[in-house]
């Protein structure tokens, strides 16, 4: 249980260690190309003490081979950084960050080919509170048939970038479960995707948390029951979040096309369905005061969920917006190709109507003065028309209505009709003059 202060690099060699590595209160830096190996014992960070271990550069790589790996141990805090291209790799199925109770754990993987090969997964947060934080495009690898376990006995927290506004994400390769104790947070300000299996121990435990600017798309998720809470950035289900208890906050937007449980979008909130022109599915919803559903169309004319938005739900939809506080339709144009720009085929000089939510339970607490439009992002001109919302049974509609005035031809037409008239009036008074 020794203290280690060791730093291995200009030179690049391996040390290999049969007897296994016990930092306490000290450091291991791991630079410039070297490589440790731990073969048949421990490999402890923060024994009894603080311990850190940095892996740095490309080439540089630490392997635990023995019959352990932990991050925090016997009351210990450890931190391991791996950065600029180091690696890491772990083959023990007694991988821990966060051991027991009283032991603090973490890791960060940050810069572009920095990486974790946790060959035979890990616990983060096991009896001890244990944070894994993957940034700036570093990257974990789960071995096959292998999970990364969060909170089981303690707070586990897996971080998708940093929590300050500016850092990026990186990528997971393979399954996350969670525990009670287990909470994912989405802080990256790019876009991030998880597509290995996202599943809860069981029913109703972990907790997803979108904080960040970024989005983060989910692919995988039917497995996962716990909450998840969309306090900023945008959140796009392209899977089954239907057991998982949903929120999104007031700078959140939900988007996708899988199917979401129950949904309250108010106070700033938004709605997306789709990923572009798109349906998304959820049980009964409420459309409250401040909310807002963005609403995007390709083609003036075409089929719901194809060539425009639709929310489609099973349950009820009710209305509790009011026409001192309501709900905002955000119309978005796009082109075939689903970038901005002018909607194809769109006459304002005709009628059109959009279902733009089904709901088979019914609509309760409809108003149109309940809603209010914003045409913002609707490139076309509208020639004077204007868009309303009206129930047609089940069906919730966006209108547009074209303007009652003529158009330049017409007035044209009827002055020249006018000039026509005057004409003949002077023609017989000079006759009749005569």
């Known amino acids: 249980m020794g203290d280690i202060y060791t730093e291995l690099s200009s030179d690049p060699g391996t040390w290999n260690n049969v007897a296994g590595i016990f930092i306490g209160d000290g450091a291991l830096t791991i630079a410039d190309g070297a490589n440790v190996v731990v073969t048949t014992s421990q490999f402890v960070v923060g024994n009894s003490g603080t311990g850190t271990m940095l892996i740095t550069g490309s080439g540089s790589k630490a392997t635990a081979s023995g019959y352990d790996f932990n991050v925090g141990l016997w009351g210990g805090t450890g931190t391991v950084s791996i950065e600029n ?23 960060l993987i940050t810069g572009a080919g920095s990486t974790w090969f ?16 993957i940034a ?60 290995g299996a996202l599943t809860s121990y069981e029913p109703g435990t972990g907790s997803l948390v979108q904080r960040g600017s970024g989005t983060t798309t989910l692919t995988n998720a039917a497995g996962f029951s716990g909450t998840t809470t969309i306090e900023s950035g945008r959140l796009v289900v392209n899977t089954s979040l239907a057991s998982s208890t949903l929120t999104v906050g007031s700078e959140g937007t939900l988007a996708g096309t899988g199917t979401v449980g129950a949904l309250s979008i108010a106070d700033g909130a938004t709605i997306a369905p789709g990923t572009s022109p798109g349906t998304l599915n959820a049980g009964s919803t409420t459309f409250g005061a401040g909310g807002n559903y963005e609403w995007e169309i390709n083609a003036a004319e075409g089929s719901a969920g194809t060539n425009w938005d639709v929310l489609n739900i099973t349950g009820t939809l009710t209305i509790t917006a009011t026409a001192m506080d309501p709900f905002v339709i955000e119309l978005v144009s796009l082109l075939g190709d689903n970038s901005a720009g002018a909607l194809a085929n769109f006459d304002a000089a005709q009628d059109y109507s959009y279902t733009i939510a089904t709901a088979s339970g019914g609509i309760t607490g409809f108003s149109a003065d309940a809603f209010s439009v914003s045409t913002a992002g609707f490139v076309n001109n509208l020639l004077g028309g204007a868009w309303s919302l009206a129930q047609a049974g089940n069906s919730l509609n966006l209108n547009f209505t074209a303007s009652a005035v003529p158009e330049p031809s017409t007035y044209a037409a009827f002055a020249g009709l006018l000039a026509l008239g005057f004409a003949f009036w002077r023609k017989r008074q000079r006759v009749g003059g005569a």
């Open 85 to 107: 291209g180091g690696a890491l790799e772990t083959n023990s199925t007694d991988t821990n960050v966060g051991f027991d109770s009283g032991d603090t754990g973490s890791v």
């Open 118 to 133: 946790a060959n035979a997964g890990a616990f983060v947060g096991y009896f001890g509170t244990g944070t894994l934080t």
């Open 136 to 195: 700036n495009s570093g990257a974990v690898v789960i071995g096959e048939t292998h999970q990364i376990y969060l909170g089981d006995g303690a707070p586990g927290t897996l971080n998708i970038g940093a929590y300050d506004g500016t850092t990026t994400g990186g990528t997971v390769t393979g399954g996350i479960t969670a525990y009670g104790n287990g909470v994912i947070n989405f802080n990256q300000t790019d876009a991030f995707t998880l597509d």
